[in-house]
């Protein structure tokens, strides 16, 4: 089992839709939470920190269920400049991965006129 | 404010021909940096993390290798490019806390042919 699996998609929205797409990680020690967008052949960006239940930034809604392991990212009212890869990023908390972050491959969101 | 930089942009480079890539972060004191690579359509893989200077830590064995001469210099290298070695470089650097968010420089991405 991969440590953090997203749903690759591409998940296509209509513009002024709402969409929400989740992302798994395995290690239940895990304590702090990262969604990145990342456009193409750009660097990815840091969207939203979680460090407890979700978080909330505009339009973007993070939602953490940590009995199942798993955090969303809801985004409303969705605009074409949403179109991007959305990573998540977990903090596995491992006694011998002090600073490092675990990655999943991303999750495509196309936002469509 | 944070900022970091990294150099090239884009590298096209020949088969066994040597690398260097640099990193450098201002606006903050004794971070820990990373060195990331990012294949076409994949996540990111972490290559290496440095906690302080002349600190190195390798993730995974390839024909690449890195050093920190300075506080916020990072820097990539190779004796000799492999075609395998082609992708997305990136460097991030995070607070000395660790596991905290950690932020992208612009990327290298490298073509070796």
């Known amino acids: 089992r991969k440590e953090v699996e997203q749903d690759p998609g591409p998940f296509n929205v209509p513009e002024g839709a709402t969409v929400a797409f989740n992302c798994t990680y395995s290690?239940?020690?895990?304590?702090?939470f990262f969604w990145y967008r990342q456009d193409c052949r750009k660097e990815p960006k840091l969207l939203m920190s979680?460090?407890?239940s979700g978080n909330e930034d505009g339009r973007f809604t993070a939602q953490l269920n940590r009995a199942s392991q798993y955090i969303s990212l809801l985004i409303r009212d969705s605009k074409l400049s949403d179109s991007a890869t959305y990573l998540c990023?977990?903090?596995?908390?491992?006694?011998?991965?002090?600073?490092?972050?675990?990655f999943g491959a991303g999750t495509q969101v196309v936002v469509t006129p | 404010s944070q900022t970091i930089h990294q150099w090239p942009a884009t590298l096209v480079q020949p088969v066994g021909s040597p690398l260097s890539l640099e990193c450098t972060v201002e606006?903050?004191?004794?971070?820990?940096l990373y060195w990331y690579r990012q294949a076409a359509g994949r996540g990111l893989q972490l290559l290496f993390y440095?906690?302080?200077?002349?600190?190195i830590s390798s993730e995974v064995p390839q024909n690449l290798s890195a050093s920190r001469p300075q506080d916020r210099q990072f820097i990539l290298s190779s004796k000799k490019l492999l075609l395998s070695d082609s992708g997305f470089y990136l460097c991030?650097?995070?607070?000395?806390?660790?596991?905290?968010?950690?932020?992208f420089g612009p990327g290298t991405r490298l073509t070796v042919l």
């Open positions: 440095s906690v302080g200077i002349g600190q």
């Open positions: 979680v460090y407890s």
């Open positions: 990023v977990v903090n596995p908390n491992l006694t011998d991965s002090w600073g490092k972050l675990q």
């Open positions: 991030a650097w995070s607070t000395s806390e660790g596991g905290n968010e950690q932020f």
């Open positions: 290690n239940s020690a895990s304590q702090s």
């Open positions: 606006g903050t004191s004794n971070p820990n």
